[in-house]
């Protein structure tokens, strides 16, 4: 069956822009995890979606980040006003049910130049 | 702060042998312990899962052992192959944080031939 997809594989934008990525879930997965992975280490929790509302976001670094699922499925993880420092691998993961176990997708590789 | 730490941060074996790979962790109280395998360009999948009874279990050529007193954990792959070429993450669940998973850094295993 179809794994967890997010798009676009690679962005690439300049400092100071504002990107979108998204991420498709297993289909009836109700939990949905953001997380950010630097080059050569493990991935770091950004969000957690429990259905269409945020159960934890206490990973989010600062205001420039954020992100919505609006209709309890696919979900946009957004940020403002990039810097250099946002560079990295930003996955996304799904779980049939809080606590169980996360399917993660492929990433997105951000670059800021 | 919960902490999980890999050693070691990377390692190149002979396809062929044998290698182990160490977790240690200081996320109390804990709900449970998986090591993923994350190809390059890829998101982590899991290899396996043990929960605090459980002190080893094996996935084909890959055994995981659990010391939960000590808190550590090893990832030991018996007779390497290409396609072990990988980082290596081991993942802690803190019970008290529901669904909040801590990610160790990897070890990046090259299987040379």
């Known amino acids: 069956g179809a794994g967890v997809s997010q798009t676009p594989s690679n962005k690439v934008t300049e400092k100071g822009k504002y990107v979108e990525l998204r991420c498709d879930p297993i289909s009836g997965h109700t939990a949905l995890y953001w997380y950010r992975q630097s080059l050569g280490q493990g991935p770091e929790f950004l969000i957690y979606?429990?259905?269409?509302?945020?159960?934890?976001d206490s990973g989010l670094p600062n205001d420039r980040f954020f992100a919505v699922r609006p209709e309890g499925s696919v979900s946009t993880l957004k940020i403002q006003r990039t810097e250099r420092g946002d560079s990295a691998v930003y996955l996304c993961?799904?779980?049939?049910?809080?606590?169980?176990?996360?399917?993660f997708g492929p990433g997105t590789r951000l670059t800021v130049t | 702060k919960n902490q999980v730490e890999q050693s070691p941060q990377s390692l190149i074996i002979l396809e062929g042998k044998n290698c182990t790979l160490q977790?240690?962790?200081?996320?109390?109280?804990?709900?449970?312990l998986r090591w993923y395998k994350q190809d390059t360009g890829r998101g982590p999948v899991s290899l396996t899962i043990?929960?605090?009874?459980?002190n080893t279990k094996s996935n084909g050529r890959y055994t995981a052992t659990l010391d939960a007193d000590t808190k550590q954990s090893s990832l030991h792959i018996t007779a390497s192959q290409l396609s072990d070429s990988a980082s290596y993450i081991c993942v802690v669940r803190d019970n008290n944080a529901g669904n909040m998973l801590t990610f160790g850094g990897g070890t990046r295993l090259m299987v040379k031939p």
């Open positions: 993961a799904s779980s049939p049910q809080a606590g169980g176990e996360q399917y």
């Open positions: 977790c240690n962790y200081t996320v109390s109280p804990f709900s449970n």
């Open positions: 979606f429990q259905g269409t509302g945020a159960a934890d």
């Open positions: 043990m929960t605090f009874s459980e």
